[in-house]
């Protein structure tokens, strides 16, 4: 959808491609606008190098993110970040507008933010994540530790204490 920021990502896709010429993009998940991405893309010039993924299962969602270089979270409004955290617990630095709670999430130890809506700051981000090794490599390091404070356990823990104290416990 429109607030998944999924046109500017692909808006963004060929000046990576500029930079980086052997590099894919694959959409995951499903929606209303495919179809318009699909022509986009053609339009652009880099359908051969976009893929559609379509809806999947979690635990394909998990295989695509650590098959990937970087996960790009481009959404214009997003609640609390979930798939940033997956991303992290896969070992993946994040990519993101700075929106919603996605900088509650994220910081610059494990992700790049950037200006929500700002295409070329979008492509800048990819580009460097992806011609600079050793950046990507630190981002993806802190990213699996940040990722741990966001744990079932940890989280389930901390709900309950919130409980107690309200109970007076």
């Not at 991405?37 to 809806?55: E, H, I, M, P, T």
């Not at 900088?103 to 994540?129: F, H, M, N, Q």
Request: aromatic share 6%; hydrophobic share 45%; proline share 4%.
């Amino acid at each position: 959808t429109r607030i998944k920021g999924v046109l500017h990502l692909l808006k963004a896709f060929p000046l990576v491609k500029k930079e980086v010429k052997n590099v894919k993009l694959v959409f995951v998940g499903d929606g209303p606008l495919k179809e318009r991405l699909s022509q986009l893309a053609l339009k652009f010039g880099v359908k051969r190098d976009v893929l559609f993924a379509g809806k999947t299962s979690p635990r394909k969602v998990a295989v695509y993110m650590r098959a990937s270089d970087v996960v790009v979270i481009p959404s214009l409004i997003e609640g609390f970040g979930l798939v940033a955290v997956e991303a992290m617990s896969c070992g993946k630095a994040v990519i993101a507008y700075r929106a919603g709670g996605l900088p509650e999430v994220l910081d610059e130890s494990c992700s790049i933010l950037v200006r929500p809506g700002d295409v070329k700051e979008l492509a800048e981000a990819i580009t460097t994540l992806l011609t600079n090794p050793d950046l990507k490599f630190k981002l993806e390091q802190n990213a699996v530790k940040k990722a741990k404070a966001y744990s079932w356990d940890r989280t389930a823990m901390e709900t309950l204490n919130v409980y107690l104290e309200v109970l007076g416990k």
